[in-house]
């Protein structure tokens, strides 16, 4: 059985700091009944009452997606800048505890309830004669030099060896308002294209696809429009030749 137990209180007002809304334009955006929500599916809620709730360090994580260049104290303090009464003020090693604790599942859970199109008939720049504009593009991303991620990730990047391992993340993003559709994130090794044809089934239709020249080739091109778009838009190599046939 989980039991949720309360949160540090605001000095004096018998307030959780980090009650809901208390976290700024997060809290916002992502609900904290979403997070809870998530939390509870991947029995991650605290059965004791913490310094760090498991609901605070999902706000912290994704507080790093926001500041990159700083480090955990540097993240903690833009994320709690706006609170009243202080709250607690962790050293790195509790942060770097309690994210362990939690795990990424809670994270992709939260990343599986909020992915798709969030475009309306209104959006600026996200329909085309009807049809809804998005687009797949592929980069890389460098993560901590530990053991773990070298052995997985790799040091994989073309014409020279990179300095931190990197990840390979293809993106499935909505023309108009870069709502995520989809991702897949693998190792630096991995193709675009492989990546690429993992994200067929977030294709709808309905649906403008637009790929770059990392995406060529006519069999994709027939594997994505097959998916469900109703038209497929490539970037191609200038060495690939089409040849366009009508019926």
């Avoid at 009944?33 to 991650?44: F, I, K, M, P, Q």
């Avoid at 800048?81 to 859970?109: F, H, M, N, Y």
Wanted: charged fraction near 20%.
């Amino acid at each position: 059985m989980i039991i949720k137990l309360g949160m540090p209180s605001c000095p004096g007002s018998g307030r959780s700091v980090f009650a809901a809304g208390h976290l700024g334009e997060l809290t916002q955006i992502i609900t904290p009944d979403l997070v809870d929500e998530v939390l509870h599916a991947t029995c991650r809620v605290e059965m004791r009452i913490r310094k760090l709730p498991a609901r605070v360090v999902v706000y912290f994580v994704l507080a790093m997606a926001l500041f990159p260049r700083e480090g955990y104290r540097g993240v903690w303090a833009s994320l709690v800048a706006g609170l009243k009464g202080g709250g607690s003020d962790p050293s790195a090693a509790a942060l770097r505890q309690a994210r362990r604790r939690i795990g990424p599942e809670p994270l992709v859970l939260l990343f599986d309830r909020l992915k798709g199109c969030t475009a309306t008939p209104a959006t600026v720049g996200a329909w085309w004669r009807g049809l809804r504009l998005v687009a797949w593009d592929g980069t890389t991303l460098e993560v901590a030099d530990s053991a773990a991620n070298a052995a997985f990730f790799g040091y994989y990047r073309a014409r020279r060896a990179s300095t931190y391992p990197l990840v390979r993340l293809t993106a499935l993003v909505e023309c108009g308002t870069r709502a995520l559709v989809d991702a897949v994130a693998g190792p630096a090794a991995d193709s675009e294209k492989s990546q690429a044809q993992q994200l067929y089934g977030a294709l709808r239709p309905g649906m403008l696809h637009f790929a770059d020249r990392g995406s060529d080739g006519l069999d994709l091109m027939r594997q994505a429009a097959c998916s469900g778009a109703v038209g497929v838009h490539v970037n191609a190599h200038s060495r690939v030749r089409m040849n366009v046939q009508s019926s």
